[in-house]
């Protein structure tokens, strides 16, 4: 890692007002994303990784939303930062990939014209060279016959070829970052595995850092250089992704390495993680893991559950990360 | 545990809480259904309570004493022009016959289109088509004009008006239920039960219809209202319940002409409707409210 | 793991099992000379599946995967081809006889979240199950529902809640009570684990796996998940575009897979072991529309190794070693020049 970093977030608390308390959906997250990297976060569902992503760009409505914290980009404070102001960095330095590309198109709206939008609210070229960029674009992601397709509907694409569409206006106006939120999910594993090489070198071409966002460690594994894991709206490892997967430190990362299948342990029976994960709304002081981990001493309940620095770059939310191997 | 542990995001809880105001307002976030049940219930039971609480024959006229105004001694909203008769007790037993047209007429349309929705959904194909054209037939005429061609066919009378609402009214609850059997039927769960070897009778009553029937139970607070004005309409028109029956609607077509004079006469009946229909109004909203699904 | 071949009668035999779903078939149509428009979601498709053995199913969205698993549970009727279970065709039963299947053959579903009825309580839904099948006396289905919940790994007492109330994994631990309540020999499962995040997963696959040991249960485990596949099934198929392309042994088909569209399946999934992505995908370009399959065999215009009868002749699966059929023209000749690609 080398420089200053171009992102940078500390203490990123965001809560919900709800009917049966408050949510704390993420809770003191901090992290730093260097220039063309690609950091992922990982995390199951209620883990707070999408929660995270949509609030460095306030994304989320506010209320029953709020977030506080500090995502330093480009010498100041995102949180905060008055709607005018966001939607200028938004879609021109900052892009956002989801996750259904099904749903994320306008259906009545040519994709040229989509992906042109994205130049008009951010750029001055005129309509005749928006065009002509949108399917230079359009080429760039890999969508077949760019110029004759740029007048067609979403309707008429698949489903691989809409995220395509969704990626090219995303990239439209070269942002520096790009937010993908379970970018693959949705789509076939042949398809998944042409879009993720497909944002790897566009990031390479246009020199971006991509924050992506995923529950699936073979995704994470193959695509980032950095990993955040997250439970429980909190981040409980972050390291490089070879030292996560082969030497991890975090009793829950070691648990949810273990219980997925393809791990040839050769026994019949996986070894999943006991219990679920616990309520945001009243999460209990101190360690969260604490109710399902399996080198939980009295200690660790009394214990503010920092995170600790347990080698170069690497971090664990841990009182007893040097035990770990005793369950890896 | 003896140990305080610091929680950093305490502060912030704290803050956008805002403690108990924000319960009490909970409590009372669906008060269009309260208040409309409320506001309903009242009526209803003025109206049922009619003999006891009226303290004249709706039907007695008293020639000596037309159009007297509201708090009259003996009359509480006066009596009606020329004849005399007690307001009061007139709208009671009126709220009678049109509370009744209103969730007679539904009552039974509901139960009849919900059903002829969940086969056309349920089956699709030709069962569907048929009765789809059908259905689309009765769409094509306004519906007022239809209810008017079969009462006058019949004759005015109560009866006939709710023969005219139940030959008429069930084809929108046909359509709201078939397109959500058309939706439900592809759910999970509809197939574990056909995978289960239940029989469609049972797959249709028991597994689609309590998961779909709310839209048809939000549409028919409307439906009512508009039943309850289709009765007053007739009456107004002269094809509904026969004089001197005291009906709503004919209350303010009677009294029509007395508008300046007696304003009493025809204003107290149309408030009685905008009661009612604000009434079912909130009603509905409250139960469209209740019946949303969990997110 | 490899008996595949026994001599005993399959539980479950499919052969021949197509499902051709009409699109398009009008007068105008007609009058162009046109057939019908037809999405053959599943196209010739024969499969056994012995006592106690879990076969996975496996391939992409539109593959015909599920509608095969659909056809097998009668939901859907076959455009042509028989079904065999305990060796009676399926297909020629009557409504007495349909119903009675119903209590051999059941099915877990994907979706936690609309596999059971929102407006029952558990206890309702599985007393009702026990009811229409009169699989026990009145009296003691109270104490069935208690027994099915307890061997799912949930508590009896949760019987009264409705299923807005439990979480996906839950959900589907009560959708496997409901499928054991009429106490079948074979269980499809359709996707039952790929709704799940990883860490509930693990636990409900573990839960199938027991009740197979405990009653000696068949499963069909239709999944695109390939890792999950791997660790469940004992025999897997691939599945593209409504035909199988490959049938073997689980171990066999993973170290060693013979067709082009396995071996890019293979290589596309991403392994949690940090290795560099490599440049070019496993397999380019989009899978083909299902109305309009290409001729030959399917998959030749994404086929690496296509050779021109690959497009104008359907390669028939053939059996190139015990237990394993491929469809695809390389293996033809008597000694295949067999071609894998690495696992890298």
Known sequence: MTGEPLLSVRDLRTFFVTDRGVLRAVDGVSFDLYAGETFGIVGESGSGKSVTCRSLIGLLPSPPAHTTGTVRFGGRNLVGLPMSEMQKVRGAQISMIFQDPMSSLNPVMSVGDQIAEAMEAHTSLNRAERRKAAIELMRSVGIPLAGRRAGAYPHEFSGGMRQRVLIAIALACRPKILLADEPTTALDVTIQDQILSLLLSLRDEFGMSIILVSHDLGVIAETCTRVAVMYGGQIVEMTDTETLLTHPRHPYTVGLLRSLPGTETGSRYLTPIPGAPPSLIDPPPGCRFYERCSLRTDQCRDWPAELLTVGQNHLARCLRHEHVEEIA | ?295 | MNDVATAERPLLEARGVSKHFVLADNLLRRMRGLEPETLKAVDDVSLSIHRGETVGLVGESGCGKSTFGRLLLRLYEPTSGEIYHNGVNILSHDARATRELRTRIQVIFQDPYSSLNPSMTVRQALEEVLAVHKVCPPGERGARVGELLEMVGLAPEMAERKPHQFSGGQRQRIGIARALAVGPDFIVSDEAVSALDVSVQAQILNLMMRLQDDLGLTYLFISHNLAVVQHISRRVAVMYLGRIVELAPTADLFSEPLHPYTQALLRAVPKPVARRKAATPALEGDPPNPVNRPPGCHFHPRCPHAMPICATEYPAPRAVAPGRLVACHLYDQPEPAVKTAGQG
């Not at chain 2, 007690?86 to 007429?105: E, K, P, Q």
């Not at chain 2, 109560?158 to 239920?177: E, H, K, M, T």
């Not at chain 2, 107290?268 to 949303?292: F, K």
């Open chain 2, 1 to 295: 545990m003896a140990v305080e542990v610091a929680d950093p995001g305490a502060a912030m809880v704290a803050r956008i809480a805002g403690g108990t105001a924000r319960r009490r307002r909970r409590r009372l976030r669906n008060w269009p259904l309260l208040a409309g049940a409320i506001l309903l219930g009242l009526v209803a039971l003025a109206c049922l309570a009619a003999p006891v609480l009226a303290n004249h024959d709706p039907l007695t006229q008293d020639l000596l004493n037309p159009a007297a105004p509201p708090f009259s001694p003996g009359h509480l909203l006066g009596t009606d022009a020329p004849y005399g008769r007690d307001v009061l007790s007139r709208l009671l037993y009126a709220g009678r016959i049109d509370l009744l047209i209103g969730f007679g007429g539904t009552g039974v349309t509901v139960i009849v289109g919900s059903f002829i929705g969940l086969l056309a959904g349920y089956y699709g194909g030709r069962i569907d088509s048929v009765l789809m054209r059908i259905v689309d037939v009765f769409f094509a005429f306004p519906f007022l004009v239809l209810v008017l061609a079969i009462v006058a066919m019949l004759g005015p009378s109560l009866l006939n008006i709710f023969i005219a609402i139940w030959a008429v009214s069930w084809v929108s609850y046909a359509r709201i239920i078939r397109g959500e059997t058309l939706v439900a039927k592809k759910q999970e769960y509809v197939l574990a039960a056909r995978a289960l070897g239940y029989s469609d009778l049972r797959v249709m009553l028991r597994h689609i219809l309590p998961n779909v029937f709310s839209a048809a139970l939000i549409f028919s607070m409307a439906d009512a209202v508009g039943n309850i004005l289709l009765g007053s309409a007739l009456g107004y028109l002269g094809a509904g319940v026969p004089p001197p029956t005291p009906e709503w609607g004919s209350m303010i077509a009677d009294g029509e002409t007395f508008m300046v004079t007696a304003w009493w006469v025809p204003t107290i009946p149309g408030l009685a409707i905008v009661i009612v229909g604000v009434a079912l109004s909130l009603l509905g909203d409250g139960l469209a409210d209740l019946l949303r699904p969990n997110a």
